[in-house]
Nanobody, 114 residues
Framework: QVQLVESGGGLVQPGGSLTLSCAAS????????MNWYRQAPGKEREFVAA????????DYADSVKGRFTIFRDNAKSMVYLQMNNLKPEDTATYYC???????WGQGTEVTVSS
């Protein structure tokens, strides 16, 4: 059974940083591409970042490019999202997503506010 458990969200001031974590289990992690999505209040869920199974290929939404970094540790079955220079518009619930199984985590909330 696929399980994706996000953590690391919280309240941060504009310009601050957070690192989100996603602990994966129930599937062969190191052969799977992993994604991060987010959903702001009243808005549709949107793509944030993706990483290939080896970590050698990454992709980002234009809105986060240059500020966010996705990376993974296959030995620990973990995927991360390092978020720098956070803006109020980054406020959302962030979700880990496994495309091959269409599986979502429960999400972790990020609030960027002074």
């Amino acid at each position: 059974q696929v399980q994706l458990v996000e953590s690391g969200g919280g309240l941060v001031q504009p310009g601050g940083s957070l690192t989100l974590s996603c602990a994966a289990s129930g599937f062969t992690f190191d052969i799977n591409r992993m994604n991060w999505y987010r959903q702001a209040p009243g808005k549709e869920r949107e793509f944030v970042a993706a990483i290939s199974n080896t970590g050698g290929d990454t992709d980002y939404a234009d809105s986060v490019k240059g500020r966010f970094t996705i990376f993974r540790d296959n030995a620990k079955s973990m995927v991360y999202l390092q978020m720098n220079n956070l803006k109020p518009e980054d406020t959302a619930t962030y979700y880990c997503y496994l495309p091959t199984r269409a599986s979502w985590g429960q999400g972790t909330e990020v609030t960027v506010s002074s």
